[in-house]
């Protein structure tokens, strides 16, 4: 019995029943419950990201906030591609991102914004770069994951939970939904091993003074003067 | 007779056998059979290409000749004005491995690379990176070395890529050079040819007296200068204080690659003249040429400088792929714009992989290039209390950090959005659950934007956060204006 255990001790032996922990580049997510569930013990590094939405909205950006606040301490920019509506200065800042590193990057084509989180991914100074294409597919990814494993961004690629079902060359993918006040991540893919029971994370750690109890909206919930 | 050159001088010669063909060539890889005519009466070959060689054309043949055994032939008439322009680009160029250049003549350059050869770790290193250099630039040339330049311009004539670094062995294959290489009348040489006298060792086996009353002191000068035996100054060049260079290609062209090839002809040569001035471009012009419509501008803007001649190439490239040509390009133009000062950046003594900080820059500008000045943008907050207003677009990199103490979304919508059933931002299934509110929001009296409005935190019935306002004192109606995310 010792005598397997110390074989097992071996950091070459994997055990596939356990989670493979590997030396993965990686930047904390910020919660430790998903980094525990991800094979670098954060977001990856060098690797394109597929982050599966049930609907826009719904904290998939609150999720990133803690890595890219982390992110943008460090030399280069954090790029947004091609945002659904205007990334708001004041919130950004009040989750500690630089804004100095920050980029937006508007596109008139979806042809543009691949190209533009291609370029991106590839260049090597942008540490995140986080891209809303209005769609992709397998061969797309793939162009993107070689441009992340060459510049070691840590990229995002937006999609719908629709395309949960297509295959992806993408090594991490996450579908995200939304119950109450919790945000649900469940798992896809990821390097080394299986498949995980649905995560739920508070997005929202540091409450903000005083939540009033819910009201029924309908009737009118303030009365001016 | 006891003046020696400075210790340890050593000159390159760069010596451009057939620039006036090269000149054509140079912009494209095409190698279909060229001649350089010289204007006469009849015009005669004055030199060819490899491939035109080969159907027989040689120099000093007529015009009519070689046109008779190649119909093909692309024919183009010397221009000694812009041979000398393109030398001038060279030598600008050049400058940026040492300070002293000088025009030797309509087709030589020295450059003096004694103080220098350290930097570039080293004669071989050096003279490799000239070679190099000039090949990409698109020229052909004999570069040689020697202690003083009339013996590396000498060495240069006889065609030969040679190095020579101690005073022996120069005395030694000058000794074998012949006279016809010497910057002397051709009846002088032929005299001495008569006399037996072929190469430099048989003149300097003759008496130099004697020599000196024959044939002068200019050939004498020459020779001991070429020796070492006499100073040799050389006028330094100058370059321009602003570049600008024109390439004709060997055929008009529409496609955007062989443009580019030949752009970066043009953006080599003026990063190594803005290498000498410790300068970056922020501005440049591309003008393509047409045979018979107006020049079309491509016009290149840097928010930083740069000298980087494949980052320039790759924003040319983005610029010049939507631009829709009225006809092929015959001639690019390349003009310097504006320059600012940009130092060369100290080598890590251990390389951590990282890229220096200039180049974080370069995928900004290449974004730029494509998408748009416009579309590529830097956020900052603005200390206002209307949200519209409490945000600002900057310059890529130039924004300021910034602060913010209140729950503000992630997402702003552009323009707040009139509620209604059915909306495809707010999920409204079952009643919406209010999370934070009210926030009054009242200003902006003072000019034409006035806002009066209570925000609330609301939680829809798919379980987004989004940003209301009602407008006070008695709007009925709710705005989505944005998203917490």
């Known amino acids: 019995m010792s005598a397997l255990q110390s074989i097992l001790q071996n950091p070459a032996i994997w055990r596939g029943n356990e989670q493979a922990r590997v030396a993965l580049p990686s930047i904390p997510t910020g919660f430790p419950e998903l980094d525990s569930e991800l094979p670098g013990g954060g977001w990856p590094r060098g690797v394109v990201s597929e982050l599966l939405t049930e609907r826009r909205g719904i904290g998939e950006l609150s999720l990133l906030m803690p890595a890219l606040a982390e992110l943008s301490r460090q030399d280069g920019w954090l790029m947004l591609i091609a945002p659904p509506w205007i990334p708001y200065a004041p919130a950004l800042a009040a989750h500690g991102i630089r804004l100095s590193r920050v980029i937006v990057a508007n596109t008139a084509s979806d042809k543009d914004t691949l190209w533009a989180a291609e370029q991106s991914l590839r260049a090597g100074n942008c540490p995140a770069v986080l891209a809303w294409p209005a769609g992709v597919n397998e061969h797309v990814l793939r162009r993107l994951q070689l441009a992340a494993e060459e510049g070691g961004s840590f990229g995002v690629i937006f999609g719908e939970a629709m395309r949960a079902a297509l295959p992806s060359p993408a090594p991490l993918r996450l579908r995200l939904g939304v119950h109450q006040d919790r945000l649900s991540v469940k798992i896809l893919k990821r390097r080394g091993s299986g498949l995980t029971p649905t995560l739920w994370l508070d997005t929202e750690k540091k409450k903000t003074v005083m939540t009033p109890p819910p009201v029924r909206f309908r009737q009118p919930i303030y009365a001016s003067a | ?485």
């Open chain 2, 1 to 485: 007779m006891n003046l020696h050159p400075a210790p340890g001088m050593l000159w390159a010669a760069l010596r451009f056998p057939d620039l006036s063909l090269q000149l054509y060539l140079r912009g494209g890889d095409s190698p279909a059979p060229a001649i350089v005519q010289e204007t006469g009466n009849p015009p005669r070959v004055l030199s060819c290409n490899d491939a035109a060689a080969k159907t027989g054309i040689k120099p000093g043949m007529a015009v009519s000749a070689a046109h008779a055994l190649t119909p093909t032939l692309r024919i183009r008439t010397r221009d000694p004005a812009k041979e000398a322009k393109a030398l001038a680009g060279i030598a600008a160029w050049a400058t940026q491995f040492t300070p002293t250049v000088s025009l030797a003549s309509s087709n030589e350059i020295l450059i003096e690379i004694s103080g220098c050869q350290r930097l570039f770790g080293g004669l071989r290193p050096l003279s490799g990176r000239i070679r190099a250099g000039l090949a990409d630039l698109g020229y052909r040339a004999t570069v040689v070395l020697a202690p003083n330049p009339t013996a590396a311009l000498l060495l240069a004539r006889d065609g030969v890529d040679t190095s020579i670094d101690d005073r022996h062995a120069l005395r030694r294959t000058l000794a074998r050079l012949r006279l016809t290489r010497l910057d002397q009348p051709a009846q002088t040489i032929a005299l001495l040819a008569n006399l037996g006298v072929h190469t430099i060792g048989d003149w300097l086996s003759l008496p130099r007296d004697g020599l000196a009353r024959r044939f002068g002191q200019g050939m004498l000068d020459e020779i001991d200068r070429a020796l070492g035996l006499l100073p040799d100054p050389r006028p330094p060049f100058s370059a321009p204080p602003r570049y600008s260079a024109s390439l004709e290609l060997p055929a008009p062209v529409q496609e955007t690659e062989p443009l580019l090839f030949a752009a970066k002809r043009l953006v080599l040569e003026l990063a190594g003249h803005l290498a000498m001035r410790q300068a970056g471009i922020t501005r440049l012009r591309l003008e393509l040429q047409h045979a018979h419509h107006a020049p079309t501008p491509v016009l290149l803007g840097l928010s930083m400088p740069s000298r980087d001649a494949g980052h320039l190439v790759t924003l040319l490239r983005e610029k010049l792929a939507p631009v829709r040509l009225p006809e092929a390009v015959e001639t690019l133009t390349l003009v310097a714009g504006e320059t600012r000062p940009l130092g060369s950046h100290n080598q890590a003594l251990f390389a951590d992989g990282r890229p220096p900080r200039e180049e974080r820059w370069h995928i900004v500008e290449r974004l730029r290039a494509r998408l748009g000045v416009h579309a590529v943008h830097g956020l900052e907050t603005f200390p206002d209390h209307r949200p519209e207003r409490a945000y600002r677009r900057t310059l890529p990199g130039q924004a300021a950090d910034g602060k913010c103490e209140l729950q503000r979304p992630l997402w702003l919508l552009p323009q707040p959005r009139r509620l209604h059933p059915g909306d495809s931002l707010v999920a409204m299934d079952t009643p919406l659950v209010l999370l934070d509110g009210p926030e009054r929001l009242e200003s902006g009296w003072w000019d034409d934007f006035d806002v009066k409005r209570d925000y609330f935190v609301v939680r829809d019935s798919a379980g987004a956060k989004v940003w209301l306002y009602r407008e006070r004192p008695d709007g009925r109606d709710w705005f989505v204006h944005g998203v917490f995310a």
